[in-house]
């Protein structure tokens, strides 16, 4: 864990004489680093304007130092382990001990100094996705600054334009370097307090791992057929939910550096895309949604009232993104006697267990399955299993939680004869009109 209030007190690490000769006098700030997997508490500002500060699903905000009129921040790229969810952890790259990394957080019109200092075994960059900044602070080595050698550290300096969400990531050995899990998330707040306020802000970016049964390496070569779909590097059930107070306006910010498009949807609610990286959505453009799609390497952001309580699901719309480990070989055997099978099976392996002949229900299955490997589908709630993965979570929301309560409120408790139920016998079968029958009265032919 870190602490704010000792960061911005504490004294430099290294001169910064072979960064950049405009900072000559500076100091390199401290580099805090994070060892929680679960959402941390937001980072209200202190001084300067106010705003209703984000919270990064299973992540957190990047503390900075004020140094004169500059917020000055500072990102370690570097080997990482991320633990997917209880029970798998992967070798990562990220940032500041994560992946991915801190989320940065800053106000339209900042001065902002973001040092990058290299740890990993090969040179990298970092681009700024969505900003509108000088050309030279882009990030893209070898076409707007040299690339940043191991051991290496660089500084970039630019002023923060224009409000909206927008991501960081490297465009140096892209392929690799994103695909180790190296990016994260930049939120700039209006200055203007009054524009679109929110009481609760949440904030996340997709990605997607090929990482086969028992390794803890994701395969960087794959481009199609990934096992493994990720909110900020976690899976169903380790994902974060996020609690909400009855009536609260909430904004959930989305970015997507995964090779696919996501269609995120939120069930018992509709909403609206309030802005995208390119910038807010006028209100007069604005229009109900239940689900949006997210494509490659966009930021999506919806704003929703949340009117109605309970448990709801907040998931991508395709079905295998919401699994975990998903083997896409597996053979259709919808049908086939499971008993004739089995023996068959049993034959050349006798551990081997015949499954999927009344379709891939696994609530009461329990599968060997190799070290560091998660079910397809996992997770139990207060009816029984859930039976989701990857890109899945759920939206709390509750009458009685404080105005900072970020904490699990646990099952939502049903008012009694809220919840669907089983009957006796099934209704009689309704009369039809059989084929070649007389036509019904009063229809026109």
């Given at each position: 864990m870190f602490s704010r209030r000792g960061f911005l007190g504490t004294a430099a690490l290294a001169s910064a004489s072979a960064i950049s000769g405009r900072v000559q006098a500076a100091s390199i700030p401290e580099a805090p680093t994070m060892d929680k997997v679960v959402m941390q508490p937001p980072l209200h500002p202190i001084g300067g304007p106010d705003y209703r500060p984000v919270v990064t699903l299973n992540g957190w905000s990047l503390p900075f130092r004020m140094n004169g009129d500059w917020k000055e921040f500072h990102l370690v790229a570097e080997p990482v382990v991320r633990e997917f969810a209880e029970g798998m952890k992967v070798n990562l790259w990220g940032y500041n001990g994560q992946s991915p990394g801190p989320?940065?957080?800053?106000?339209?019109?900042?001065?902002?100094?973001?040092?990058?200092?290299?740890?990993?075994?090969?040179?990298?960059?970092?681009?700024?996705?969505g900003m509108i900044i000088p050309s030279g602070m882009d990030g893209v080595g070898g076409l707007t600054q040299p690339h940043i050698n191991p051991g290496k550290t660089f500084v970039y300096e630019f002023e923060m334009k224009k409000s909206?969400?927008?991501?960081?990531?490297?465009?140096?050995?892209?392929?690799?370097?994103?695909?180790?899990?190296?990016?994260?998330?930049?939120?700039?707040?209006?200055?203007?307090?009054?524009?679109?306020?929110?009481?609760?802000?949440?904030?996340?970016?997709?990605?997607?791992?090929?990482?086969?049964?028992?390794?803890?390496?994701?395969?960087?070569?794959?481009?199609?057929?990934?096992?493994?779909?990720?909110?900020?590097?976690?899976?169903?059930?380790?994902?974060?939910?996020?609690?909400?107070?009855?009536?609260?306006?909430?904004?959930?910010?989305?970015?997507?550096?995964?090779?696919?498009?996501?269609?995120?949807?939120?069930?018992?609610?509709?909403?609206?895309?309030?802005?995208?990286?390119?910038?807010?959505?006028p209100e007069s453009a604005q229009y109900p949604e239940t689900t949006t799609d997210v494509p490659v390497g966009a930021v999506r952001v919806f704003d929703v009232l949340a009117d109605n309580p309970g448990d709801w699901a907040f998931h991508c719309h395709k079905s295998h993104h919401t699994m975990n480990a998903m083997g896409h070989e597996v053979r259709n055997l919808i049908g086939v006697s499971r008993k004739d099978l089995a023996k068959a099976v049993g034959k050349l392996a006798p551990d081997g267990m015949a499954m999927g002949s009344t379709g891939m229900a696994m609530g009461n299955m329990e599968m060997p399955a190799p070290d560091n490997t998660l079910p397809m589908m996992t997770g139990t709630g207060q009816f029984g299993p859930i039976e989701m993965g990857g890109m899945f979570t759920v939206m709390k929301i509750r009458e009685d939680l404080a105005r900072d309560d970020y904490r699990d409120p646990g099952p939502y408790k049903f008012p009694q004869g809220t919840v669907a139920y089983e009957v006796a016998s099934p209704a009689a079968e309704p009369t039809r009109q059989k084929p070649g029958g007389p036509p019904m009265k009063n229809m026109k032919m």
């Open positions: 989320t940065i957080e800053a106000v339209e019109g900042d001065k902002v100094r973001i040092f990058v200092t290299n740890k990993l075994p090969e040179y990298t960059t970092v681009h700024w996705h909206g969400t927008f991501m960081y990531h490297p465009h140096s050995d892209e392929m690799v370097q994103m695909a180790m899990g190296m990016m994260g998330m930049v939120v700039v707040h209006p200055r203007d307090q009054s524009f679109r306020p929110v009481d609760r802000d949440f904030v996340f970016v997709m990605s997607t791992y090929r990482v086969d049964p028992g390794t803890y390496l994701p395969q960087v070569n794959e481009m199609t057929d990934f096992n493994m779909w990720t909110w900020n590097a976690r899976v169903f059930p380790g994902i974060d939910p996020l609690p909400v107070r009855l009536g609260d306006k909430v904004r959930v910010r989305i970015g997507n550096l995964s090779m696919t498009n996501h269609p995120i949807h939120l069930h018992g609610h509709s909403f609206a895309v309030t802005c995208t990286d390119g910038g807010w959505v």
